[in-house]
């Protein structure tokens, strides 16, 4: 079992959808939770990172952590054509790990 | 803030000669900074750590003298890919974090160096 699960997609929705990506992970001594944002041929971008449980919001994007189930997961709401990309998560705790990533393509 | 730029964007060389990427945090210092190999398709695979001033600490499975790391300064990292070859052909992107303390400072990654070996 992988450390961290994350579906890799595709996933494809229409513009205005509101878009849910979610990770699992099996290590409880992660404490840092973070989400990026990867475009064709580029760096990944840190979007949001949390501490422990709990929401974040910025803008569009809100993420959430649930350490009880192990189990993070970012919205995107009135999703556009620019948020196609692939978004990475990742879990801090000594050493970072990361998801699969989840290919995300909004239809205008 | 915190913009790490790496360099050169993309590169092109025939079989045997060595390539060096550069990587630098512009507004941050960085006591680390980390070297990914990433394949199409697929998810960022940790190669190294480099410690400015110390010797970087290697994943297993990666050549410590196929890969050579300098981290000179606390902005400047540099992979030396010595003597490629195609199958070292990939997407090398590096990442540094802010050594600024009072908690965990998440990683900035730069644009990606794509490396093509003839």
């Known amino acids: 079992q992988k450390e961290v699960e994350q579906d890799p997609g595709p996933l494809s929705v229409p513009e205005g959808a509101i878009v849910s990506l979610n990770c699992t992970y099996s290590?409880?001594?992660?404490?840092?939770f973070m989400w990026y944002r990867q475009y064709s041929r580029k760096g990944p971008e840190l979007l949001m990172y949390t501490y422990s449980s709990g929401n974040k919001e910025d803008g569009r994007f809100t993420a959430q952590v649930d350490k009880s189930s192990k189990y993070i997961s970012l919205f995107i709401r009135d999703s556009q054509p620019s948020d196609s990309a692939t978004y990475l998560c990742?879990?801090?705790?000594?050493?970072?790990?990361f998801g699969a990533g989840t290919r995300l393509t909004v239809k205008p | 803030g915190a913009v790490v730029s790496q360099h050169p964007s993309w590169v092109i060389c025939k079989s045997g000669t060595s390539v060096k990427i550069e990587c630098r945090s512009l507004d941050f210092q960085a006591t680390t900074m980390f070297w990914y190999r990433q394949f199409p398709k697929q998810s960022l695979m940790l190669m190294a750590t480099s410690n400015e001033g110390s010797k970087a600490t290697y994943e297993q499975g990666v050549e410590k003298d196929k890969f050579l790391i300098n981290h000179a300064s606390l902005t400047l990292s540099t992979l030396t890919v010595t003597s490629a070859h195609p199958e070292d052909s990939s997407f090398y992107i590096c990442s540094a974090r802010d050594r600024r303390t009072g908690g965990y400072q998440p990683q900035h990654f730069g644009d990606g160096t794509r490396l093509s070996i003839l």
């Open positions: 290590n409880s001594a992660f404490q840092y």
């Open positions: 990742a879990m801090y705790d000594n050493d970072m790990r």
